[in-house]
């Protein structure tokens, strides 16, 4: 079900051929990029293509606090009202029927891709007690920490940080009653903020997090930072497509009621050509991409070549010599 992402398509991302990925296609373009782009996107990018008309007249994107305009990783990625709607219900997250009731049933999926990208990529056997032993591994948007105990259990050194305060606690709660997960390093902070301090980890994992970010190139940039040379980074995310609008909006947050209202923005989602073209911007090549799709019928998620909704990208940080501007930022 995974699948690779080819030699060409990754050429294709910064070429002008058009090629076809995921049932959508790799726009290039004889047009200014610039003006395929949301807004907050046109700083940097190239090229980049969208999968769908917009639906009708959607939320426009919140500006992000903070812009140094220095170039560098260091910008806040934090966006105040984001944050604020997952403060707003930290204290379910351990409710498995609660609002992360998706997120909950989507874990095994989510994990078993991390677990055979990562032990393919570092040469592990998948198949043991202890897959991640000896990896240092970073959990960026924890929430909870519904992904990092896990991760922990597999035997990562697990550092997990996010935004809200109150998500840590929760989090770092949870994990110390159980002596598996007691030793992860939660920590209420920004990527940025550890890119400044210099952290370098073996894999750098993010994930639904990106679309709730204030400006998802600086955030691909951070996570890349903080990545060791041919170390992995693994981001999931929803798609902004006509379906993600209809599925993940409309369904989960009007119809079903999983997720309150307003947890997604139509417009600040990203889709699996627009993340693959910043990781790239950011010195991340993707390499394998895959779909997590949703059977309703047993309430079990599993992993597809269906990327039209949701699905996760994993990449390898290429090892190349730093630019000026990240050793500046790391400097600074
Ligand atoms: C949808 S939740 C995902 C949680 C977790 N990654 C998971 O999938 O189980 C998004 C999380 O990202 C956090 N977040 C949002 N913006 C952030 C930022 N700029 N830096 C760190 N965390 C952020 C939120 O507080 C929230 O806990």
């Known amino acids: ?12 991302l910064l070429s002008s051929a058009s090629t076809h990925y995921g049932g959508a296609q790799i726009l290039n373009s004889s047009h200014s990029p610039s003006k395929s782009l949301l807004p907050q996107w046109r700083r940097r990018a190239s090229v980049a293509s969208t999968s769908a008309p917009p639906p009708p007249r959607p939320p426009s994107p919140p500006r992000g606090p903070s812009r140094s305009g220095g170039g560098g990783p260091t910008v806040s990625s934090l966006n105040p009202a984001e944050v604020a709607k997952f403060a707003a219900i930290a204290e379910t997250w351990w409710d498995a029927s609660g609002p992360f009731k998706p997120l909950h049933l989507m874990n095994p999926t989510r994990l078993s891709f991390i677990r055979s990208t990562l032990c393919r990529h570092f040469r592990r056997d998948p198949y043991s007690s202890k897959p991640l ?34 998500n840590i606690k929760i989090a770092s709660i949870h994990a110390a009653s159980d002596p598996t997960t007691a030793s992860i390093e939660y920590c209420c902070t920004t990527a940025e903020a550890l890119v400044k301090e210099k952290r370098l980890f073996d894999a750098v994992i993010s994930l639904e997090v990106i679309e709730h970010v204030a400006n998802p190139l600086e955030f ?25 609008y209809a599925t993940a909006i409309v369904a989960a947050e009007y119809i079903l009621r999983w997720l309150p209202r307003g947890t997604h923005e139509w417009s600040k989602l990203v889709t699996p050509e627009e993340l693959s073209l910043m990781l790239q911007k950011a010195s991340i090549s993707v390499e394998e991409m895959a779909g997590f799709v949703y ?3 047993s309430g079990e998620w599993s992993l597809s070549e269906d990327t039209g909704v949701n699905y996760i990208a994993f990449g390898i940080k290429k090892n190349e010599t730093p630019s000026t501007d990240s050793i500046k930022a790391r400097l600074s």
């Open 133 to 166: 032993e000896g990896l240092k591994v970073i959990d960026v948007g924890c929430g909870g920490g519904i992904l990092s105990e896990p991760l922990a259990r597999m035997g990562a050194t697990v550092t997990a940080i996010d935004a809200v305060e109150k």
């Open 295 to 297: 059977n309703p019928l």
């Open 220 to 244: 691909c940039e951070s996570l890349s930072a903080l990545t060791v040379p041919n170390g992995a980074t693994v981001v999931s995310t929803i798609n902004r497509s006509m379906r993600a």
């Open 1 to 12: 079900m995974l699948r690779r992402v080819p030699p060409s398509l990754r050429r294709g």
